[in-house]
């Protein structure tokens, strides 16, 4: 991928459904309703030969001030002025409105590079759009249809010798050999490189500071940020690098979710979408960071967020955002940490970590308690370490005998990472009681430091494949007989 296309234009004229048409999944949010896309969402696009990286972006409005609109539209010049190319795509239907001429001379100012596209250009009743996109000044328009898939052949065409000089241009430049991912194991501990990073979803209610959170670690404002609760609509991913402990940059994707409000409110269909997007981060991601308002925290809803990463087998980190507005932070802390072990027991031992996204102290805590999670998620204890524990904890504490059948605890091993799961052969399995369940996931945490990671225990019983197991009871009766007839034949 060796440039950036960028597409723009108008609210609903088809932007976010040519970017998935590009990036060939339904990665961006597609309603009929104008305005759905807020910030800029970028994908790996292809196109016959060619590799690139597309960007979908807000529709262009004609607002300069501090409004919503407004920012979204200085976030949307702002990937035009990043972008090697800019697809300006117009609504041929509609035809040409003012507002088109307008940003047309925008683009004329800010890239050297410009396609034009005149979309929902299927039928007859958009020729006059067509025929009307010429007065706009930026050349031949490509009559294209996202929806269908037409047109794509004619945009190849005028990519392709833009691919060529930017592709000369990125090997006059290159000084270092593309990384390869040779992490092939799905089973072992995993190192997060460049083609597959860390990724870490950062989840919560609304207006809890998420996408600021994800600036502050940027260090720049590329997502749209504001007072409004609800802003973020697509779950929008972003790379970067993060110190590791030892010193070695760990390569990161960050997921800024839609703030998830209680079911029952969620009422409108676009709401309804944007959750089910943060839903599918949680259960892509690796690491999952709930974020908590300091003057909220521990709402239902924030207790159902960090429950849902837990029962997907994430590693979660809690953190507590707006820590600067705090003002008793001794006392606060305290009833952050007691309401924590009390509401969430099913997470002990994960990391408590307050922030301020507005002024990014703490961030540097954060990220330490994100790759610490990681590395515990993908923690491996081998055989004879697990043997030699579950032989102390059975000495400790016996297993329970229902039925006056005592439980035994035969020998131990670790099934999978990712999160942590644990095998134990033992006879009536089906008789373990939860309890001691939750007794030896608590030893688990704590004899091999794996705090806060969910982990998986199953039991499972042995003698299921013994051939005798179903004759015992009746070889020795026929057997009796056998010997007993015979015993009177000697006599007689």
């Not at 004609?62 to 990043?82: H, I, N, P």
């Not at 998830?260 to 999952?288: C, I, N, P, Y």
């Not at 799961?421 to 008789?431: E, L, N, R």
């Given at each position: 991928m060796?440039?950036?296309?960028a597409?723009?234009?108008?609210?609903?004229?088809?932007?976010?459904?040519?970017?998935?048409?590009l990036?060939?999944?339904?990665?961006?949010?597609?309603?009929?309703?104008?305005?759905?896309?807020?910030?800029?969402?970028?994908g790996?696009?292809?196109?016959?030969?060619l590799?690139?990286?597309?960007?979908?972006?807000?529709?262009?409005?004609?607002?300069?001030?501090?409004?919503?609109?407004?920012?979204?539209?200085?976030?949307?010049?702002?990937?035009?002025?990043?972008?090697?190319?800019?697809?300006?795509?117009?609504?041929?239907?509609?035809?040409?409105?003012?507002?088109?001429?307008?940003?047309?001379?925008?683009?004329?100012?800010?890239?050297?590079?410009?396609?034009?596209?005149?979309?929902?250009?299927?039928?007859?009743?958009?020729?006059?759009?067509?025929?009307?996109?010429?007065?706009?000044?930026?050349?031949?328009?490509?009559?294209?249809?996202?929806?269908?898939?037409?047109?794509?052949?004619?945009?190849?065409?005028?990519?392709?010798?833009?691919?060529?000089?930017?592709?000369?241009?990125?090997?006059?430049?290159?000084?270092?050999?593309?990384?390869?991912?040779?992490?092939?194991?799905?089973?072992?501990?995993?190192?997060?490189?460049?083609?597959?990073?860390?990724?870490?979803?950062?989840v919560?209610?609304?207006?809890?500071?998420?996408?600021?959170?994800?600036?502050?670690?940027?260090?720049?404002?590329?997502?749209?940020?504001?007072?409004?609760?609800?802003?973020?609509?697509d779950?929008?991913?972003?790379?970067?690098?993060?110190?590791?402990?030892?010193?070695?940059?760990?390569?990161?994707?960050?997921?800024?979710?839609?703030?998830?409000?209680?079911?029952?409110?969620?009422?409108?269909?676009?709401?309804?979408?944007?959750?089910?997007?943060?839903?599918?981060?949680?259960?892509?991601?690796?690491?999952?960071?709930?974020?908590?308002?300091?003057?909220?925290?521990f709402?239902?809803?924030?207790?159902?967020?960090?429950?849902?990463?837990?029962?997907?087998?994430?590693?979660?980190?809690?953190?507590?955002?707006k820590?600067?507005?705090?003002?008793?932070?001794?006392?606060?802390?305290?009833?952050?940490?007691?309401?924590?072990?009390?509401?969430?027991?099913?997470?002990?031992?994960?990391?408590?970590?307050?922030?301020?996204?507005?002024?990014?102290?703490?961030?540097?805590?954060?990220?330490?308690?994100?790759?610490?999670?990681?590395?515990?998620?993908?923690?491996?204890?081998?055989?004879?370490?697990?043997?030699?524990?579950?032989?102390?904890?059975?000495?400790?504490?016996?297993?329970?005998?229902?039925?006056?059948?005592?439980?035994?605890?035969?020998?131990?091993?670790?099934?999978?990472?990712?999160?942590?799961?644990?095998?134990?052969?033992?006879?009536?399995?089906?008789?373990?009681?939860?309890?001691?369940?939750?007794?030896?996931?608590?030893?688990?945490?704590?004899?091999?430091?794996?705090?806060?990671?969910?982990?998986?225990?199953?039991?499972?019983?042995?003698?299921?494949?013994?051939?005798?197991?179903n004759?015992?009871?009746?070889?020795?009766?026929?057997?009796?007989?056998?010997?007993?007839?015979?015993?009177?034949?000697d006599?007689?």
């Amino acid at each position: 991928m060796n440039f950036t296309l960028a597409i723009v234009g108008r609210p609903n004229v088809g932007k976010s459904t040519l970017f998935n048409r590009l990036v060939g999944k339904r990665l961006a949010l597609v309603d009929d309703q104008p305005g759905v896309t807020r910030d800029l969402r970028e994908g790996a696009a292809r196109l016959g030969d060619l590799r690139f990286t597309v960007i979908d972006s807000a529709g262009l409005e004609e607002a300069s001030d501090d409004s919503l609109q407004g920012r979204m539209r200085r976030l949307t010049e702002r990937a035009v002025e990043m972008a090697d190319v800019c697809l300006f795509v117009v609504d041929a239907r509609t035809g040409i409105l003012p507002a088109d001429e307008v940003f047309a001379d925008i683009l004329r100012k800010k890239n050297s590079h410009v396609i034009l596209a005149a979309n929902k250009a299927e039928g007859r009743a958009a020729d006059g759009g067509v025929i009307e996109a010429y007065s706009l000044g930026l050349g031949e328009p490509i009559r294209m249809s996202a929806e269908h898939g037409e047109g794509l052949n004619d945009l190849y065409e005028q990519l392709r010798p833009l691919a060529d000089q930017f592709a000369r241009r990125a090997a006059e430049t290159a000084d270092e050999a593309p990384e390869i991912d040779v992490d092939v194991d799905d089973d072992a501990p995993r190192i997060p490189t460049k083609a597959r990073p860390l990724q870490v979803a950062v989840v919560g209610r609304p207006n809890a500071g998420k996408s600021t959170l994800i600036n502050q670690f940027l260090g720049e404002e590329r997502l749209l940020t504001g007072p409004e609760a609800g802003i973020t609509r697509d779950a929008i991913s972003v790379n970067m690098d993060w110190p590791g402990a030892d010193g070695v940059p760990v390569p990161v994707r960050l997921f800024d979710t839609a703030g998830m409000r209680k079911k029952a409110k969620v009422q409108e269909k676009l709401e309804k979408l944007s959750v089910s997007d943060g839903l599918r981060a949680v259960k892509f991601a690796e690491v999952v960071v709930v974020l908590l308002d300091v003057a909220v925290p521990f709402e239902q809803q924030d207790l159902r967020i960090a429950d849902l990463a837990e029962r997907e087998g994430r590693a979660v980190v809690v953190a507590v955002n707006k820590w600067d507005i705090e003002d008793d932070k001794n006392n606060k802390i305290k009833m952050l940490r007691e309401s924590f072990e009390r509401l969430l027991p099913q997470l002990k031992g994960a990391p408590l970590v307050t922030v301020s996204a507005k002024t990014g102290k703490g961030l540097d805590r954060l990220q330490a308690a994100v790759i610490k999670a990681h590395e515990i998620w993908n923690r491996r204890v081998t055989t004879a370490q697990l043997n030699r524990w579950l032989t102390g904890m059975v000495e400790a504490h016996p297993p329970p005998a229902p039925g006056g059948r005592r439980i035994k605890l035969r020998y131990m091993t670790q099934a999978k990472t990712r999160p942590p799961g644990f095998v134990v052969m033992c006879s009536y399995p089906d008789k373990m009681p939860a309890s001691y369940e939750r007794y030896l996931v608590n030893g688990l945490r704590l004899d091999f430091d794996m705090p806060g990671t969910p982990i998986r225990l199953w039991f499972r019983g042995q003698g299921e494949d013994n051939p005798y197991k179903n004759r015992t009871k009746s070889t020795p009766s026929r057997l009796r007989k056998h010997l007993g007839k015979g015993r009177a034949d000697d006599k007689g």
